[in-house]
Protein backbone atom coordinates (compact mmCIF):
# COMPACT_ATOMS: atom_id res chain seq x y z
CA UNK A 1 0.00 0.00 0.00
CA UNK A 2 1.40 3.19 -1.08
CA UNK A 3 1.91 5.74 1.79
CA UNK A 4 2.20 8.97 2.09
CA UNK A 5 5.22 9.76 3.40
CA UNK A 6 5.49 13.46 5.77
CA UNK A 7 8.68 15.06 5.48
CA UNK A 8 9.35 17.17 8.56
CA UNK A 9 11.67 20.02 8.28
CA UNK A 10 13.30 23.39 9.87
CA UNK A 11 15.83 25.48 8.82
CA UNK A 12 18.69 27.36 10.91
CA UNK A 13 18.20 31.11 9.69
CA UNK A 14 20.74 33.16 10.59
CA UNK A 15 19.78 36.82 11.06
CA UNK A 16 21.87 40.11 9.02
CA UNK A 17 22.38 42.27 11.50
CA UNK A 18 24.82 44.54 9.76
CA UNK A 19 21.61 46.45 7.80
CA UNK A 20 17.89 47.91 9.14
CA UNK A 21 17.37 45.90 6.23
CA UNK A 22 17.47 42.53 5.43
CA UNK A 23 18.99 42.46 1.64
CA UNK A 24 17.72 38.11 0.86
CA UNK A 25 14.49 37.37 1.84
CA UNK A 26 14.26 34.21 3.71
CA UNK A 27 11.36 31.70 3.08
CA UNK A 28 10.13 29.45 5.76
CA UNK A 29 9.20 26.15 5.72
CA UNK A 30 6.16 25.39 3.60
CA UNK A 31 3.64 23.31 4.54
CA UNK A 32 0.24 22.20 2.54
CA UNK A 33 -2.02 21.03 5.54
CA UNK A 34 -0.79 21.68 8.96
CA UNK A 35 1.93 23.18 10.99
CA UNK A 36 3.62 23.54 14.31
CA UNK A 37 5.97 26.12 15.13
CA UNK A 38 7.44 26.22 18.70
CA UNK A 39 11.20 26.65 20.30
CA UNK A 40 12.47 23.43 19.86
CA UNK A 41 12.60 20.95 17.10
CA UNK A 42 11.03 18.05 19.83
CA UNK A 43 8.58 19.74 20.80
CA UNK A 44 7.17 20.82 17.30
CA UNK A 45 8.09 17.14 16.37
CA UNK A 46 5.55 15.76 18.74
CA UNK A 47 3.03 18.31 18.31
CA UNK A 48 3.29 17.46 14.13
CA UNK A 49 3.03 13.83 15.06
CA UNK A 50 -0.29 14.55 16.67
CA UNK A 51 -1.43 15.99 14.00
CA UNK A 52 -0.45 13.30 11.41
CA UNK A 53 -2.50 10.38 13.48
CA UNK A 54 -5.32 12.61 13.00
CA UNK A 55 -5.48 14.52 16.05
CA UNK A 56 -6.67 18.45 16.39
CA UNK A 57 -4.97 21.44 16.76
CA UNK A 58 -6.12 21.53 20.76
CA UNK A 59 -4.67 17.54 20.72
CA UNK A 60 -1.55 18.63 19.41
CA UNK A 61 -1.25 21.97 21.83
CA UNK A 62 -1.39 19.91 24.50
CA UNK A 63 1.38 17.22 23.18
CA UNK A 64 3.38 20.42 22.67
CA UNK A 65 2.92 22.02 25.77
CA UNK A 66 4.15 18.98 27.84
CA UNK A 67 6.80 18.19 25.46
CA UNK A 68 8.19 22.20 25.99
CA UNK A 69 8.35 21.40 29.72
CA UNK A 70 10.80 18.53 28.80
CA UNK A 71 12.94 19.80 25.84
CA UNK A 72 12.79 23.59 27.04
CA UNK A 73 12.53 23.89 30.63
CA UNK A 74 13.94 27.87 31.03
CA UNK A 75 10.50 28.09 29.95
CA UNK A 76 8.38 25.42 28.99
CA UNK A 77 7.00 23.68 32.22
CA UNK A 78 4.34 22.70 34.17
CA UNK A 79 5.22 24.14 37.28
CA UNK A 80 3.85 28.02 35.55
CA UNK A 81 1.01 29.34 33.71
CA UNK A 82 0.07 31.21 30.58
CA UNK A 83 -2.53 31.78 27.88
CA UNK A 84 -4.38 30.31 24.85
CA UNK A 85 -6.22 31.88 21.98
CA UNK A 86 -8.07 29.92 19.23
CA UNK A 87 -9.91 29.95 16.15
CA UNK A 88 -12.30 27.15 14.89
CA UNK A 89 -12.73 26.07 11.39
CA UNK A 90 -16.23 27.80 11.43
CA UNK A 91 -14.45 31.16 12.62
CA UNK A 92 -15.77 30.95 16.17
CA UNK A 93 -13.19 32.13 18.49
CA UNK A 94 -12.32 32.22 22.50
CA UNK A 95 -9.41 32.35 24.85
CA UNK A 96 -8.00 30.33 27.94
CA UNK A 97 -6.47 32.03 31.09
CA UNK A 98 -4.79 29.55 33.15
CA UNK A 99 -2.39 32.28 34.19
CA UNK A 100 -0.79 31.59 37.60
CA UNK A 101 -2.61 32.78 41.34
CA UNK A 102 -1.24 34.47 43.95
CA UNK A 103 -1.31 31.75 47.18
CA UNK A 104 -4.74 32.48 49.42
CA UNK A 105 -1.91 33.92 51.94
CA UNK A 106 -0.47 36.24 50.03
CA UNK A 107 -0.73 39.86 51.08
CA UNK A 108 0.47 43.66 49.27
CA UNK A 109 2.75 44.14 51.37
CA UNK A 110 4.69 40.60 51.04
CA UNK A 111 7.61 41.68 49.68
CA UNK A 112 8.49 45.12 51.70
CA UNK A 113 10.03 45.20 54.43
CA UNK A 114 9.43 47.48 57.79
CA UNK A 115 10.22 50.69 56.37
CA UNK A 116 8.44 49.57 53.59
CA UNK A 117 10.75 49.25 51.27
CA UNK A 118 11.17 46.61 48.56
CA UNK A 119 13.35 43.17 49.93
CA UNK A 120 15.85 43.11 46.64
CA UNK A 121 15.17 39.47 45.04
CA UNK A 122 12.35 37.91 47.36
CA UNK A 123 9.81 38.14 44.10
CA UNK A 124 12.43 36.83 42.17
CA UNK A 125 14.43 33.74 43.19
CA UNK A 126 13.21 31.56 45.56
CA UNK A 127 10.17 29.77 47.48
CA UNK A 128 8.24 33.33 48.34
CA UNK A 129 8.43 33.92 44.19
CA UNK A 130 5.87 31.21 43.24
CA UNK A 131 2.56 31.60 42.02
CA UNK A 132 -0.29 28.57 42.15
CA UNK A 133 0.80 27.15 38.74
CA UNK A 134 -1.94 26.77 36.20
CA UNK A 135 -0.40 24.69 33.27
CA UNK A 136 -1.83 21.41 33.81
CA UNK A 137 -5.10 22.60 34.43
CA UNK A 138 -5.20 24.92 31.50
CA UNK A 139 -4.15 21.79 29.32
CA UNK A 140 -7.28 20.05 30.94
CA UNK A 141 -9.21 22.33 30.72
CA UNK A 142 -8.90 22.51 26.56
CA UNK A 143 -8.47 18.37 26.58
CA UNK A 144 -11.99 18.49 27.70
CA UNK A 145 -13.53 20.87 25.31
CA UNK A 146 -11.68 20.39 22.32
CA UNK A 147 -9.80 16.84 22.33
CA UNK A 148 -10.40 14.10 20.14
CA UNK A 149 -7.03 11.52 20.89
CA UNK A 150 -6.93 10.07 24.17
CA UNK A 151 -5.36 12.19 26.75
CA UNK A 152 -2.51 9.30 27.24
CA UNK A 153 -1.52 9.55 23.55
CA UNK A 154 -0.97 13.06 23.67
CA UNK A 155 1.55 13.13 26.96
CA UNK A 156 3.07 10.16 26.13
CA UNK A 157 5.55 11.27 23.80
CA UNK A 158 6.67 14.43 26.89
CA UNK A 159 7.13 11.49 29.12
CA UNK A 160 9.44 8.94 26.72
CA UNK A 161 11.30 12.75 25.96
CA UNK A 162 11.99 12.46 29.74
CA UNK A 163 12.98 9.43 30.31
CA UNK A 164 15.39 8.58 27.19
CA UNK A 165 16.70 11.85 27.31
CA UNK A 166 17.30 14.52 24.32
CA UNK A 167 20.83 16.48 23.14
CA UNK A 168 21.11 20.08 24.38
CA UNK A 169 21.69 22.74 22.15
CA UNK A 170 24.74 25.10 22.49
CA UNK A 171 22.48 27.60 23.39
CA UNK A 172 20.55 25.44 25.66
CA UNK A 173 24.12 24.72 27.38
CA UNK A 174 25.44 28.56 27.59
CA UNK A 175 22.02 29.09 29.47
CA UNK A 176 22.10 26.32 31.87
CA UNK A 177 25.44 26.65 33.18
CA UNK A 178 25.15 30.54 33.47
CA UNK A 179 21.96 29.79 35.64
CA UNK A 180 23.73 26.78 37.39
CA UNK A 181 25.09 28.85 40.49
CA UNK A 182 21.44 30.36 41.13
CA UNK A 183 20.02 26.55 41.15
CA UNK A 184 22.44 25.66 43.73
CA UNK A 185 21.81 28.84 45.93
CA UNK A 186 18.32 28.05 45.99
CA UNK A 187 17.38 24.93 46.67
CA UNK A 188 18.78 22.01 49.46
CA UNK A 189 19.88 19.47 47.25
CA UNK A 190 21.74 19.49 44.09
CA UNK A 191 19.27 19.57 41.04
CA UNK A 192 20.62 17.88 38.04
CA UNK A 193 20.60 21.07 36.15
CA UNK A 194 23.56 21.78 37.99
CA UNK A 195 26.38 19.58 35.44
CA UNK A 196 28.59 21.02 33.49
CA UNK A 197 26.87 21.29 30.32
CA UNK A 198 27.94 21.07 26.81
CA UNK A 199 26.51 20.94 23.25
CA UNK A 200 25.07 17.55 22.51
CA UNK A 201 24.86 16.33 26.10
CA UNK A 202 21.80 13.93 27.00
CA UNK A 203 19.27 15.37 29.27
CA UNK A 204 17.74 12.93 31.17
CA UNK A 205 14.69 13.60 33.80
CA UNK A 206 13.52 10.69 35.55
CA UNK A 207 11.44 12.55 38.31
CA UNK A 208 9.54 14.32 35.68
CA UNK A 209 9.01 11.63 33.62
CA UNK A 210 7.41 10.13 36.86
CA UNK A 211 5.45 13.35 37.10
CA UNK A 212 4.44 13.50 34.02
CA UNK A 213 3.42 9.50 34.28
CA UNK A 214 1.45 10.82 37.19
CA UNK A 215 -0.57 13.65 35.28
CA UNK A 216 -0.84 10.47 32.53
CA UNK A 217 -2.94 8.36 34.61
CA UNK A 218 -5.09 10.23 37.16
CA UNK A 219 -5.72 13.31 35.23
CA UNK A 220 -5.40 17.03 36.34
CA UNK A 221 -5.12 15.31 39.78
CA UNK A 222 -2.07 13.84 39.49
CA UNK A 223 -0.82 17.30 39.95
CA UNK A 224 -2.67 19.07 41.94
CA UNK A 225 -3.52 16.15 44.30
CA UNK A 226 -2.05 12.88 45.28
CA UNK A 227 2.12 12.48 45.73
CA UNK A 228 3.05 15.23 43.13
CA UNK A 229 1.32 17.46 45.33
CA UNK A 230 2.50 16.41 48.49
CA UNK A 231 5.87 16.34 47.30
CA UNK A 232 5.70 20.27 46.15
CA UNK A 233 3.99 21.84 48.68
CA UNK A 234 6.43 20.00 51.35
CA UNK A 235 9.33 21.46 49.00
CA UNK A 236 8.45 24.96 48.88
CA UNK A 237 7.40 25.02 52.68
CA UNK A 238 10.91 23.62 53.83
CA UNK A 239 12.20 26.61 51.19
CA UNK A 240 10.08 29.30 53.31
CA UNK A 241 7.22 29.40 50.69
CA UNK A 242 3.64 30.13 51.66
CA UNK A 243 1.64 27.84 48.81
CA UNK A 244 -0.79 25.04 50.35
CA UNK A 245 -2.47 21.79 49.48
CA UNK A 246 -5.45 24.35 49.52
CA UNK A 247 -3.74 26.32 47.08
CA UNK A 248 -3.69 23.64 44.73
CA UNK A 249 -6.89 22.17 44.72
CA UNK A 250 -8.54 25.47 44.64
CA UNK A 251 -7.06 26.63 41.58
CA UNK A 252 -8.84 26.32 38.04
CA UNK A 253 -8.39 28.16 34.41
CA UNK A 254 -10.70 30.28 33.36
CA UNK A 255 -12.60 30.57 29.51
CA UNK A 256 -12.64 34.27 28.77
CA UNK A 257 -13.75 36.75 26.49
CA UNK A 258 -10.81 37.61 23.92
CA UNK A 259 -9.95 40.83 22.77
CA UNK A 260 -11.08 41.41 19.31
CA UNK A 261 -10.34 44.61 17.18
CA UNK A 262 -10.69 45.54 13.50
CA UNK A 263 -7.10 47.32 11.91
CA UNK A 264 -7.58 48.15 8.59
CA UNK A 265 -8.83 44.66 6.31
CA UNK A 266 -8.16 42.71 9.11
CA UNK A 267 -9.63 41.25 11.93
CA UNK A 268 -7.13 40.50 15.10
CA UNK A 269 -8.06 38.78 18.25
CA UNK A 270 -5.60 38.30 21.05
CA UNK A 271 -5.81 38.11 24.99
CA UNK A 272 -7.81 39.73 27.49
CA UNK A 273 -6.77 40.80 31.39
CA UNK A 274 -4.55 39.87 33.07
CA UNK A 275 -2.73 39.67 29.97
CA UNK A 276 -2.46 43.12 28.99
CA UNK A 277 -1.45 42.40 25.42
CA UNK A 278 -4.35 42.49 23.68
CA UNK A 279 -5.63 46.06 25.12
CA UNK A 280 -2.03 47.43 24.46
CA UNK A 281 -1.82 46.14 20.95
CA UNK A 282 -5.35 47.84 20.46
CA UNK A 283 -4.62 50.89 21.44
CA UNK A 284 -1.08 50.99 19.36
CA UNK A 285 -2.46 49.82 16.17
CA UNK A 286 -5.95 51.76 16.42
CA UNK A 287 -2.83 54.78 17.71
CA UNK A 288 -1.18 54.61 14.06
CA UNK A 289 -4.18 54.02 12.04
CA UNK A 290 -4.64 57.61 10.99
CA UNK A 291 -1.21 57.14 9.12
CA UNK A 292 -0.52 55.94 5.87
CA UNK A 293 2.00 53.29 7.09
CA UNK A 294 3.31 51.63 3.71
CA UNK A 295 4.64 55.06 2.58
CA UNK A 296 6.70 55.36 5.55
CA UNK A 297 9.72 53.56 5.03
CA UNK A 298 10.20 50.22 7.14
CA UNK A 299 12.61 50.80 10.06
CA UNK A 300 13.05 54.45 9.20
CA UNK A 301 13.09 57.40 11.94
CA UNK A 302 9.29 58.40 11.28
CA UNK A 303 8.31 54.49 11.78
CA UNK A 304 9.79 54.51 14.58
CA UNK A 305 9.24 57.50 16.26
CA UNK A 306 5.36 56.52 15.80
CA UNK A 307 5.14 53.44 17.23
CA UNK A 308 7.09 54.79 19.99
CA UNK A 309 4.97 57.75 20.80
CA UNK A 310 1.79 54.94 20.48
CA UNK A 311 3.63 52.31 22.81
CA UNK A 312 5.04 54.97 25.14
CA UNK A 313 1.03 56.38 25.90
CA UNK A 314 -0.13 53.04 25.86
CA UNK A 315 2.57 51.04 28.51
CA UNK A 316 1.24 54.37 30.88
CA UNK A 317 -1.99 53.33 30.74
CA UNK A 318 -1.09 49.73 30.91
CA UNK A 319 0.92 51.04 34.20
CA UNK A 320 -2.46 52.91 35.46
CA UNK A 321 -5.60 50.74 34.68
CA UNK A 322 -4.62 47.21 34.11
CA UNK A 323 -4.93 44.16 36.86
CA UNK A 324 -6.99 41.10 37.30
CA UNK A 325 -10.03 41.86 35.72
CA UNK A 326 -11.84 39.27 38.38
CA UNK A 327 -10.37 41.75 41.13
CA UNK A 328 -10.66 45.64 39.38
CA UNK A 329 -12.67 47.60 37.55
CA UNK A 330 -10.73 47.85 34.15
CA UNK A 331 -12.66 50.17 31.79
CA UNK A 332 -11.70 47.61 28.57
CA UNK A 333 -14.20 49.79 26.25
CA UNK A 334 -12.99 53.06 27.19
CA UNK A 335 -9.33 52.41 26.61
CA UNK A 336 -9.66 51.05 23.23
CA UNK A 337 -11.98 53.63 21.91
CA UNK A 338 -11.00 55.65 19.05
CA UNK A 339 -11.98 59.00 20.41
CA UNK A 340 -10.17 58.47 23.60
CA UNK A 341 -6.71 57.34 21.55
CA UNK A 342 -6.93 60.00 19.14
CA UNK A 343 -7.09 62.27 22.53
CA UNK A 344 -3.90 60.04 24.06
CA UNK A 345 -2.08 61.37 20.77
CA UNK A 346 -3.37 64.97 20.07
CA UNK A 347 0.02 65.93 21.76
CA UNK A 348 1.97 64.00 19.16
CA UNK A 349 4.76 65.86 16.84
CA UNK A 350 6.98 64.96 14.39
CA UNK A 351 9.16 67.65 15.57
CA UNK A 352 10.51 66.11 18.36
CA UNK A 353 9.96 63.34 21.47
CA UNK A 354 7.52 63.45 23.70
CA UNK A 355 9.33 62.98 27.50
CA UNK A 356 7.35 59.88 29.49
CA UNK A 357 7.54 62.38 32.00
CA UNK A 358 5.01 64.45 30.29
CA UNK A 359 2.83 61.24 30.03
CA UNK A 360 1.03 59.72 32.35
CA UNK A 361 -2.32 57.97 31.93
CA UNK A 362 -5.38 58.92 29.67
CA UNK A 363 -8.76 59.92 31.40
CA UNK A 364 -11.44 57.65 30.62
CA UNK A 365 -14.98 57.72 30.62
CA UNK A 366 -15.40 55.07 34.05
CA UNK A 367 -13.60 53.60 36.05
CA UNK A 368 5.82 41.38 31.86
CA UNK A 369 9.10 37.44 30.67
CA UNK A 370 12.72 37.33 29.18
CA UNK A 371 11.87 33.85 29.20
CA UNK A 372 8.30 33.06 28.26
CA UNK A 373 7.94 30.44 25.47
CA UNK A 374 5.29 30.88 22.18
CA UNK A 375 4.05 28.38 20.25
CA UNK A 376 1.13 28.89 17.49
CA UNK A 377 -0.68 25.74 15.40
CA UNK A 378 -2.63 24.99 12.80
CA UNK A 379 -3.96 21.78 12.01
CA UNK A 380 -5.44 20.23 8.45
CA UNK A 381 -9.11 20.89 9.93
CA UNK A 382 -8.70 24.64 9.32
CA UNK A 383 -8.40 24.92 13.19
CA UNK A 384 -5.74 27.60 15.18
CA UNK A 385 -4.22 28.08 18.71
CA UNK A 386 -1.93 30.45 19.90
CA UNK A 387 -0.54 29.91 22.88
CA UNK A 388 2.51 32.02 25.40
CA UNK A 389 3.38 30.10 28.39
CA UNK A 390 6.23 30.89 31.14
CA UNK A 391 7.72 30.36 34.35
CA UNK A 392 8.61 34.24 33.90
CA UNK A 393 12.01 34.63 33.76
CA UNK A 394 14.37 32.11 33.22
CA UNK A 395 14.15 29.11 35.02
CA UNK A 396 11.54 31.20 36.92
CA UNK A 397 12.24 30.67 40.69
CA UNK A 398 15.19 28.06 40.50
CA UNK A 399 13.43 26.15 42.47
CA UNK A 400 13.25 22.42 41.33
CA UNK A 401 10.68 20.56 43.38
CA UNK A 402 12.65 17.52 45.18
CA UNK A 403 11.53 13.88 44.02
CA UNK A 404 8.95 15.57 41.36
CA UNK A 405 11.76 17.51 38.82
CA UNK A 406 9.68 20.52 37.63
CA UNK A 407 10.87 23.90 37.67
CA UNK A 408 8.61 26.36 39.54
CA UNK A 409 7.65 29.78 37.92
CA UNK A 410 8.58 33.65 39.71
CA UNK A 411 5.56 35.05 38.64
CA UNK A 412 4.94 36.90 41.94
CA UNK A 413 7.16 39.37 40.16
CA UNK A 414 4.48 40.56 37.83
CA UNK A 415 2.49 42.23 40.70
CA UNK A 416 3.29 45.35 41.78
CA UNK A 417 4.82 44.90 45.02
CA UNK A 418 4.56 48.58 45.50
CA UNK A 419 2.72 51.05 43.58
CA UNK A 420 5.38 52.67 41.01
CA UNK A 421 8.53 50.42 42.15
CA UNK A 422 9.59 48.71 38.39
CA UNK A 423 9.98 44.80 38.23
CA UNK A 424 12.06 42.82 36.69
CA UNK A 425 11.11 43.68 33.27
CA UNK A 426 10.97 47.79 34.51
CA UNK A 427 7.47 47.83 34.19
CA UNK A 428 5.66 49.50 37.33
CA UNK A 429 2.43 49.46 38.02
CA UNK A 430 -0.19 50.41 40.48
CA UNK A 431 -2.78 49.40 43.11
CA UNK A 432 -4.80 47.84 40.19
CA UNK A 433 -2.24 44.99 40.09
CA UNK A 434 -1.35 44.78 43.74
CA UNK A 435 -1.08 41.79 45.34
CA UNK A 436 -4.35 39.90 46.69
CA UNK A 437 -5.34 36.20 47.80
CA UNK A 438 -5.86 34.30 44.41
CA UNK A 439 -5.52 37.16 42.32
CA UNK A 440 -3.59 36.87 38.92
CA UNK A 441 -0.69 38.55 38.37
CA UNK A 442 -0.94 40.63 35.30
CA UNK A 443 1.07 40.11 32.42
CA UNK A 444 2.31 40.93 28.97
CA UNK A 445 1.47 37.99 27.16
CA UNK A 446 -0.21 38.79 23.45
CA UNK A 447 -1.12 35.25 22.16
CA UNK A 448 -2.75 36.45 18.73
CA UNK A 449 -4.68 35.30 15.74
CA UNK A 450 -5.39 37.54 12.53
CA UNK A 451 -7.89 37.27 9.60
CA UNK A 452 -8.16 39.02 6.98
CA UNK A 453 -11.55 39.09 5.00
CA UNK A 454 -13.52 36.69 7.31
CA UNK A 455 -10.41 34.36 6.60
CA UNK A 456 -7.76 32.96 8.99
CA UNK A 457 -4.37 34.95 8.08
CA UNK A 458 -1.53 34.94 10.84
CA UNK A 459 -1.12 33.30 13.87
CA UNK A 460 1.87 34.34 16.64
CA UNK A 461 3.02 35.50 19.52
CA UNK A 462 6.27 35.44 21.55
CA UNK A 463 8.31 35.45 24.67
CA UNK A 464 10.00 38.42 25.87
CA UNK A 465 8.86 40.13 28.82
CA UNK A 466 7.73 43.68 28.02
CA UNK A 467 8.43 43.06 24.63
CA UNK A 468 5.92 40.53 24.16
CA UNK A 469 3.30 43.22 23.06
CA UNK A 470 5.83 45.54 20.69
CA UNK A 471 7.24 41.88 19.11
CA UNK A 472 3.79 41.18 18.00
CA UNK A 473 2.99 44.45 16.78
CA UNK A 474 6.16 44.83 14.31
CA UNK A 475 5.05 41.32 12.72
CA UNK A 476 1.30 42.24 12.15
CA UNK A 477 2.72 45.52 10.51
CA UNK A 478 5.22 43.59 8.63
CA UNK A 479 3.31 41.56 7.05
CA UNK A 480 -0.04 43.75 6.55
CA UNK A 481 1.85 46.98 5.85
CA UNK A 482 4.86 45.72 3.83
CA UNK A 483 3.89 42.51 2.24
CA UNK A 484 6.49 40.52 3.93
CA UNK A 485 6.81 36.03 4.05
CA UNK A 486 6.25 35.06 7.71
CA UNK A 487 10.00 34.03 8.08
CA UNK A 488 11.03 36.91 6.67
CA UNK A 489 9.16 39.14 9.00
CA UNK A 490 10.53 36.85 12.02
CA UNK A 491 13.72 38.10 11.00
CA UNK A 492 13.61 41.47 10.61
CA UNK A 493 15.53 43.71 13.62
CA UNK A 494 13.31 44.98 16.24
CA UNK A 495 13.03 47.86 18.54
CA UNK A 496 10.65 48.40 21.85
CA UNK A 497 9.33 51.45 23.91
CA UNK A 498 7.34 51.41 27.64
CA UNK A 499 7.26 53.77 28.64
CA UNK A 500 9.10 54.03 31.44
CA UNK A 501 12.14 53.46 31.75
CA UNK A 502 12.22 56.73 28.69
CA UNK A 503 14.44 54.50 26.13
CA UNK A 504 14.34 53.12 22.70
CA UNK A 505 15.56 49.30 23.04
CA UNK A 506 16.78 48.20 20.16
CA UNK A 507 18.62 45.25 18.89
CA UNK A 508 22.26 45.45 18.39
CA UNK A 509 23.49 45.93 14.79
CA UNK A 510 20.50 46.02 12.89
CA UNK A 511 19.76 49.68 12.83
CA UNK A 512 21.66 52.02 10.33
CA UNK A 513 23.63 54.88 12.14
CA UNK A 514 21.53 57.45 10.52
CA UNK A 515 18.77 56.16 11.85
CA UNK A 516 19.91 56.70 15.15
CA UNK A 517 21.12 59.62 14.73
CA UNK A 518 17.95 61.40 13.47
CA UNK A 519 16.13 59.65 16.64
CA UNK A 520 18.72 61.21 18.92
CA UNK A 521 18.14 64.67 17.34
CA UNK A 522 14.66 64.52 17.89
CA UNK A 523 15.16 64.07 21.58
CA UNK A 524 15.10 60.20 21.92
CA UNK A 525 17.42 57.56 24.61
CA UNK A 526 18.64 54.86 22.72
CA UNK A 527 19.90 51.91 24.09
CA UNK A 528 21.40 49.01 22.43
CA UNK A 529 23.32 46.02 24.24
CA UNK A 530 25.56 43.34 22.93
CA UNK A 531 22.85 39.65 22.63
CA UNK A 532 19.86 41.89 23.40
CA UNK A 533 16.67 39.88 22.13
CA UNK A 534 13.39 41.45 21.48
CA UNK A 535 11.13 38.06 21.25
CA UNK A 536 11.86 35.04 19.78
CA UNK A 537 8.33 35.19 17.85
CA UNK A 538 6.46 31.88 16.40
CA UNK A 539 4.14 32.36 13.83
CA UNK A 540 2.44 31.06 10.85
CA UNK A 541 1.19 32.67 7.96
CA UNK A 542 -1.62 31.14 5.41
CA UNK A 543 -0.32 32.11 1.77
CA UNK A 544 -2.79 32.66 -0.83
CA UNK A 545 -2.96 29.25 -1.93
CA UNK A 546 -4.07 27.77 1.12
CA UNK A 547 -0.83 26.50 2.18
CA UNK A 548 1.04 27.51 5.14
CA UNK A 549 4.44 29.24 5.43
CA UNK A 550 6.29 29.17 9.24
CA UNK A 551 8.14 31.80 10.90
CA UNK A 552 10.46 30.00 13.53
CA UNK A 553 12.80 32.85 14.99
CA UNK A 554 16.98 32.25 14.38
CA UNK A 555 17.50 34.52 17.79
CA UNK A 556 16.17 30.85 19.59
CA UNK A 557 16.25 27.58 19.11
CA UNK A 558 12.98 27.66 17.45
CA UNK A 559 11.32 25.64 14.48
CA UNK A 560 8.60 25.01 12.40
CA UNK A 561 7.82 21.25 11.74
CA UNK A 562 4.55 20.51 8.82
CA UNK A 563 2.85 18.67 6.50
Request: glycine share 10%; charged share 20%; hydrophobic share 40%.
Amino acid sequence: MKQLILLFAFSFLFIKCNSSNIKEKNIGLIAQKAMVVSAKIEASQIGAEILKKGGNAYDAMIATHFALAVAYPVAGNIGGGGFMVYRNNDGTKGALDFREKAPITAHKDMYLDGAGNVIKNKSTVGAHAVGVPGSVAGAFEVYEKFGSLPFKELIQPAIDLARNGFKITKKQAASLNKAAAKFKKVNTYKTLFEAEWKEGSLLKQEELAQTLERIRDFGSAGFYEGKTAELFVNYVAQLGGIISREDLQKYTAIWRKPITFKYKDYQITSMTLPASGGICLAQILKSITPYNISEIKHNSTKYIQLLTEASRRSYADRAHFLGDIDFVNVPIDSLTATDYINQRMDNFSWDKATPSSEVSHGKVLGYESDETTHYSIIDQFGNAVSVTTTLNTGYGSKVVVKGAGFILNNEMDDFSSKPGVPNVYGLVGSKANAIAPEKRMLSSMTPTIVEKNGKLKMVLGTPGGSTIITSVLQNILNIAEYDMGMQESVDQPRFHHQWLPDVIRMEPGGFNSETKTELKALGYTLYEKKALVIGKVDAILVLPNGSLEGGADARGDDAAVGF
